[in-house]
């Protein structure tokens, strides 16, 4: 594909994405750009302040290495940021949107059962990153339960990222670990995610939530290849976006549910997709992914 083909594809994906956005511009929804705006003034408006901590396990992947040879991990995650919850239309549908920033800790340390067999990669790494959430949920009483989908970009650094000896007679890989494993260990590498999860708000200022993560952190950037990915995952992430508007136009009650099915759904594919190939669809190098369950509390003011 020439590079001029390539550019053009972009450019297209882009402004389609941009135009599915700005149909769904209605007053009564207050549908506009300020869902993607992330300047600092629309992060304050009318949005409350957020405060939520995480603590998760999980495990660490590469397609190259044995499921087991990555010790299981733990994680604790501190996100500052602007929620800003309403009704959506009816009395008790209500939609969710915030922004953040936040920073984590992942470390095998931080697991109860700190076992490390002697062949396993033992790991500690920290992230810094922002992101967004978005659902629908439902008012039920003094209490909301509200579904929802999250997005977010970070840099993350190992600090330790090593293996224990010997190796045990007869355990093959399918590479050289080391080379892979030393993409990551001297630098900051840029990563991606995406959660779906379930909130609980018990009260005006307390909620409750549990998750499942997907992330990719990528050993290398080649800018083109990563746009193009991006482009793409916006693109689809956006037209879903738009047709679980036209299914709460009809019917609010399904909503809430169709939004994290379909948008947590198609997180999830794109994420599968790209413990292959870290900027799908280009042919680029598998990446080292985590999954994990989280559960926190979240603060807001």
């Known amino acids: 594909m020439s590079v001029r083909v390539f550019k053009l594809i972009i450019i297209t994906l882009l402004l389609s994405g941009i135009l ?33 901590l995480n603590y998760g396990t999980g495990n660490l992947e590469h397609k190259s290495f044995d499921q087991n040879r990555f010790a299981d991990i733990g994680s604790i995650e501190l996100k500052l940021g602007y929620s800003d919850l309403d009704f959506y239309s009816d009395d008790y549908i209500l939609e969710l949107d915030s922004r953040y920033i936040f920073g984590s800790k992942l470390s095998n340390t931080l697991i109860a059962d700190n076992k490390v067999e002697s062949f396993q990669y033992k790991s500690e790494s920290y992230r810094l990153g922002f992101g967004y959430t978005e659902g629908y949920g439902y008012r039920i009483g003094p209490v909301a339960l509200i579904p929802y989908t ?126 292959d190939k870290m900027n799908w669809p280009f042919s680029t190098a598998e990446p080292l992914t985590y999954e994990q369950f989280k559960f926190g509390v979240t603060l807001t003011f």
Do not use: C
Request: hydrophobic content about 40%; aromatic content about 14%.
């Open 20 to 52: 599915i956005q700005a149909q769904s511009k209605r007053e009564k929804h207050k549908r506009s750009w300020d869902k993607w705006n992330v300047d600092l003034i629309e992060w304050y408006g009318e949005s409350r302040p957020m405060i939520e």
């Open 150 to 275: 999250q997005n977010a970009y970070m840099l993350s650094k190992f600090n330790k990222l090593e293996r224990n000896e010997p190796i045990p007679v007869g355990y093959m890989e399918l590479s050289s670990p080391q080379e892979i494993i030393d993409y990551y260990g001297d630098s900051f590498r840029f990563g991606s995610l995406g959660e779906v999860g379930v909130k609980l708000e018990l009260a005006s200022m307390l909620a409750v939530n549990a998750s499942y993560e997907g992330t990719v952190l990528y050993p290398r950037v080649k800018f083109w290849k990563m746009a193009g990915s991006f482009v793409i995952e916006e693109a689809g992430y956006a037209a879903l976006g738009e047709f679980v508007e036209k299914i709460m136009d009809r019917v609010p009650a399904a909503g809430p549910l169709m939004n994290v099915l379909l948008r947590g759904g198609y997180q999830y594919a794109i994420f599968q997709l790209r413990k």
